[in-house]
């Protein structure tokens, strides 16, 4: 099929998720802002899983891509194609196999994950609060018949507002994080290479090497990007150094820590785990982690949200239609940080 025709005078703009998620990124108030300033360009999941799109995106000015949308094909994006700016809905835009035109300066992107940093911070929250409170224990314990005093006196609860807790990397999430746990009145300390003391002291956060971090933190939260450099960065040396007890959340990615140590440690039955991010995905009924008591699991949805979607798929139809009015995207991606990107 050949692109669009129509005598509709508005820029075509075509919007690459499948129908499901599309549903929930891009429902009816979504599609109404897209359509105040462009005509939309809805391909079928046939057509975004078929072997040409590309045809299907001739003339297209723009498109708006999400979780589960294909790669967009070479042929299809500037200066070959028409596709001149790419608005992801979503977190890393690395699927969409866009990368090789951002850094040649033919092909604008913009993404969502400061939208979705906020999701993920306030579940970061929830899994150190349900830890430090013991909160399923105690369900569990109910549920199962414990008596009742035996089980509040077996789980005495921690004050979030005395512990010392660590974040590795200040990122979008990570300074969420920080902003999330002032009013606690917990000490943070940070680990991150691109925060200098000045600035630390400016954010009120202890900065310190990732070793002295895990040796002080009772609770240490994930933020950094999963890159070459940090690669396997978390061993089991570090998880060693959590004091007994002690909390890892990992709301990033599964590749910050070097592979079976996660596992190794959880079970000496010595530490906990909040994860929410694996190395496959789904995880695998068989996995060791599903049998062990002491790690709380989630499907990786701490960034999904009913309100998140909506706003991701808002923000994505914004930075359209900055491009569109020759305005910079408020979250767009520079072209020389391109391959720093996660």
């Not at 990570?174 to 991150?192: A, I, K, Q, S």
């Not at 090497?209 to 396997?232: K, Q, W």
């Not at 906990?272 to 989630?298: G, Q, T």
């Not at 491009?323 to 391109?338: M, N, S, Y």
Request: include cysteine; hydrophobic fraction near 45%.
């Amino acid at each position: 099929m050949d692109g669009p025709i129509h005598s509709d005078t508005r820029p075509d703009v075509a919007v690459l998720i499948p129908e499901a998620m599309r549903a929930r990124i891009c429902p009816k108030p979504v599609m109404e802002a897209l359509a105040a300033f462009a005509h939309p360009v809805i391909p079928t999941d046939a057509e975004l899983a078929g072997s040409n799109l590309q045809d299907r995106l001739k003339g297209v000015t723009a498109v708006i891509t999400g979780w589960r949308s294909p790669p967009i094909p070479r042929a299809a994006l500037a200066p070959e194609g028409s596709v001149a700016f790419v608005s992801h809905a979503a977190g890393s835009v690395k699927p969409l196999g866009v990368l090789d035109a951002l850094e040649s300066g033919h092909v604008r992107v913009s993404h969502a994950a400061p939208v979705i940093a906020h999701a993920v911070a306030e579940f970061t929250l929830a899994q150190i609060l349900a830890h430090l409170r013991r909160h399923r224990e105690m369900d569990a314990g109910l549920r199962s018949g414990t008596p009742w005093f035996d089980l509040r006196d077996t789980n005495l609860g921690q004050l979030l507002g005395a512990q010392d807790v660590g974040i590795v990397g200040l990122g979008y999430v990570g300074r969420l994080v920080l902003e999330l746990l002032r009013p606690f009145g917990c000490t943070v300390c940070v680990c991150d290479p691109f925060i200098g003391e000045a600035q630390a002291a400016e954010l009120d956060v202890t900065l310190m090497s990732l070793e002295a971090l895990f040796d002080r933190c009772s609770v240490v939260s994930l933020h950094a990007a999963n890159l070459p450099a940090t690669e396997g960065m978390i061993t089991r040396k570090h998880l060693d150094l959590l004091p007994e007890g002690g909390l890892l959340v990992n709301t990033a990615r599964a590749g910050l820590i070097e592979p079976g140590a996660m596992l190794a440690a959880l079970q000496t039955g010595r530490i906990h785990a909040a994860l929410d991010a694996f190395d496959i995905e789904p995880l695998p009924e068989e996995d060791a982690l599903r049998a062990l008591p002491n790690v709380y699991l989630s499907p990786h949805c701490a960034g999904h949200t009913r309100e998140s979607y909506v706003r991701q798929g808002l923000s994505a139809v914004e930075e359209v239609r900055r491009h569109l009015g020759g305005l910079p995207g408020r979250q767009e991606i520079l072209r020389e940080k391109a391959a720093a990107l996660a």
